[in-house]
């Protein structure tokens, strides 16, 4: 088993992380069979990396690592989940599985195997479709998730003694972002309560996983792992992710964003881009 240990990352770039947001990136509907899939496409046909949003936002949440992406060769596909964004789901009161979608995407875009990335929420359904689809996952990266993790006691009760009281009464933006960003960049602010504004539709409901996100999952993933922890967030912290991935047996990373928060990928997206692009040249 390859393993590497816990490294924090400084804030490399730390005034071009924070330094001007990209332009919102041209999109377009997939009509899936459950689903009306609205996607954004670097196109090309360099090795295809799909990127899962956090509940908080939608496929714009990536506006920043799309360019990035397709920059260093890779195809960028950033989707709206299911009830997400302008996703439109056929049968709303059975929404079925994200991993069902993008097995149909892959599917549709005739592709063979891709990267999985997703964070907050989407690292859920990253994890999920990792496990469940392994021969169609070149890799797995997940950032700022606790999984829904269920059966680690241990786990339940560090997330127990870690909660903040009343902090489901914060504003969102209290709730997500880290105190030095929230200070630094108020256009960045701005533009991600629009895109919070337009995350999750009325009434969607967060669509299940194939199975339940375990230990026994996490031990049973066979795919290089990338796990990214932001050393400032409250919603789901570092001590929390370290102990659910102490169950991959796979050849995994673990890093910490220093003063980043939970919306880790939108705050520090140089830094996260530089991360997730050296992990995938790697493997």
């Given at each position: 088993?390859?393993?590497?240990?816990?490294?924090?990352?400084?804030?490399?770039g730390?005034?071009?992380?924070?330094?001007?947001?990209?332009?919102?990136?041209?999109g377009?509907f997939?009509?899936l069979?459950?689903?009306?899939l609205?996607?954004?496409?670097s196109g090309?046909?360099g090795?295809?990396v799909?990127?899962?949003?956090?509940?908080?936002?939608n496929?714009?949440?990536?506006?920043?690592t799309?360019?990035a992406?397709?920059?260093a060769?890779?195809?960028?596909i950033?989707?709206?989940?299911?009830?997400?964004?302008?996703?439109?789901?056929?049968?709303a009161k059975?929404?079925?599985?994200?991993?069902?979608?993008?097995?149909?995407?892959?599917d549709?875009?005739?592709?063979?195997?891709?990267h999985?990335?997703g964070?907050?929420?989407?690292?859920?359904?990253?994890?999920?479709?990792?496990?469940?689809?392994?021969?169609?996952?070149?890799?797995?990266?997940?950032?700022a998730s606790?999984?829904?993790?269920?059966?680690?006691?241990?786990?339940?009760?560090?997330?127990?003694r870690?909660?903040?009281?009343?902090?489901?009464q914060?504003?969102s933006?209290i709730r997500?972002?880290?105190?030095?960003?929230?200070g630094m960049?108020?256009?960045g602010?701005?533009?991600?309560?629009?895109?919070?504004?337009?995350?999750?539709?009325d009434?969607?409901?967060r669509?299940?996983?194939?199975t339940?996100?375990?230990?026994?999952?996490?031990?049973?993933?066979?795919?290089?792992?990338l796990?990214?922890?932001?050393g400032?967030?409250l919603?789901?912290?570092s001590?929390g992710?370290?102990?659910?991935?102490?169950?991959?047996?796979?050849?995994?990373?673990?890093l910490?964003l220093?003063e980043?928060g939970h919306?880790?990928?939108?705050?520090?997206p140089?830094?996260?881009n530089q991360?997730l692009?050296g992990?995938?040249q790697?493997?």
């Open positions: 088993m390859k393993w590497r240990h816990l490294v924090f990352v400084a804030l490399a730390f005034w071009t992380a924070f330094g001007a947001l990209a332009a919102e990136l041209p377009r997939v009509e069979p459950t689903v009306r609205w996607m954004i496409d090309g046909t090795e295809p799909i990127l899962l949003h956090p509940r908080t936002g496929s714009e949440y990536w506006q920043n799309v360019p992406l397709a920059e060769g890779y195809r960028a950033a989707i709206d989940n299911p009830g997400w964004g302008k996703s439109v789901v056929h049968d059975n929404p079925l599985p994200v991993a069902v979608t993008i097995d149909a995407l892959i549709y875009l005739q592709l063979d195997k891709v999985v990335v964070t907050a929420m989407g690292g859920y359904v990253a994890l999920d479709y990792a496990a469940s689809r392994p021969e169609r996952t070149s890799s797995l990266v997940i950032a606790g999984l829904g993790l269920q059966g680690d006691p241990e786990y339940a009760a560090f997330r127990e870690a909660e903040i009281p009343l902090m489901d914060q504003p933006h997500e972002m880290s105190p030095t960003y929230r960049n108020p256009e602010v701005a533009r991600w309560q629009e895109i919070y504004k337009n995350a999750q539709q009434g969607a409901v669509p299940p996983l194939t339940p996100n375990t230990p026994e999952k996490l031990a049973s993933l066979r795919v290089p792992t796990v990214i922890a932001g400032m967030d919603v789901t912290p001590g992710m370290r102990l659910w991935s102490r169950h991959i047996t796979a050849p995994k990373d673990f910490v220093a980043a919306v880790l990928v939108w705050e520090q140089d830094v996260f991360l692009i992990f995938l790697e493997h």
